[in-house]
């Protein structure tokens, strides 16, 4: 019996003993798995920083993109106004352009017009109204003048007496 309870002593000390060197042995695992993990979360990390700076730099040339499009398009729609206006007052300049031509065609034309009243030979109606007012011319002279004369001889009867 003794000779059990010495063997089964022993037993339970190599028990002990390799029961507690495993639990150094899971101690150390452990630590080396949080150090794994530690240094897995930290390339994780960086790999996640490195992720968010080209999606920023991604995001910032798509702006500036956006922008120099905007800009070239703002150049282009303030020529397309500038062209515009050009267009626009050149339109205005000749339609004054030919406003004034038309007034001076109608200057001309009164111009012409009285020119030709003046040189044209008058019409039959011009000619008849101006006999009768020749006439009448005449007759207001022929009265004006015989009166005159019955004035003088009245006169003159009246210095002679």
Partial sequence: MKKMFILSLC???LLAIT?????????AKAQSQKQTEASDDDTIDTALQQQMKMYKQLKQSEYDEADKVRQAEKKQLKKLRQDRVKVLEKLLKEEQDIDSGKQLIRIQKQTEKATDQEEA???????????????KEKKQNEKESGSRTDKEKE?????QS
């Fill in 11 to 13: 037993i339970a000390l």
């Fill in 19 to 27: 029961g507690c060197g495993e639990s150094k042995e899971q101690k």
């Fill in 121 to 135: 030979p008058p019409s039959p109606e011009q000619q008849k109204s101006e006999e009768k007012n020749e006439q």
């Fill in 155 to 159: 006169m003159g009867g009246q210095n």
